[in-house]
Nanobody, 119 residues
C-alpha cells in the first residue's frame, strides 16, 4: 500500500512562485509514475505534470513552460516548482502515483493541497 502526503500550498500573489512537495511512503517500489493533477471549483480534475521512474516528464498545456516536476528518489519525494503563477492556477493540487497492481495499475491519490493565486 502506498500513501501520499502533499505539502506547500497556500496563498500567493500573481507572478510569484510556489513549490509543492509530495512524500510517498509504504510499498513505493511498486510506483511507476508520479504526477500532479489539479481541480478548480466547478471544473474537472486536469493533468498538471507527470514523471516516470526513468525521469521522463509530461506536462499539461496550462503548465508547460512555467512548472517543473522532479523527483528526489532517495527521499521518496516529488516536487512541483510553479513559477509565474496566475489566478487561473488556483485549485486543489493532488499528488498521484500509479502503482503496479496485478496486471495493471492502481491510482493512489493524496489528500490535496489548496493553492490560491490572488492579489
Amino acid at each position: 500500500q502506498v500513501e501520499l502526503v502533499e505539502s506547500g500550498g497556500g496563498l500567493v500573489q500573481p507572478g510569484e512562485s510556489q513549490r509543492l512537495s509530495c512524500a510517498a511512503s509504504g510499498s513505493i517500489f511498486g510506483i511507476k509514475v508520479m504526477g500532479w493533477y489539479r481541480q478548480a471549483p466547478g471544473k474537472q480534475r486536469e493533468l498538471v505534470a507527470t514523471i516516470g521512474n526513468d525521469g521522463s516528464t509530461n506536462y499539461g498545456d496550462s503548465s508547460k513552460g512555467r512548472f517543473t516536476i522532479s523527483r528526489q528518489n532517495a527521499k521518496n519525494t516529488m516536487i512541483l516548482q510553479m513559477n509565474s503563477l496566475r489566478p487561473e492556477d488556483t485549485a486543489v493540487y493532488y499528488c498521484n502515483a500509479k502503482v503496479l497492481s496485478g496486471g495493471g495499475y492502481l491510482d493512489v491519490w493524496g489528500q490535496g493541497t489548496l493553492v490560491t493565486v490572488s492579489s
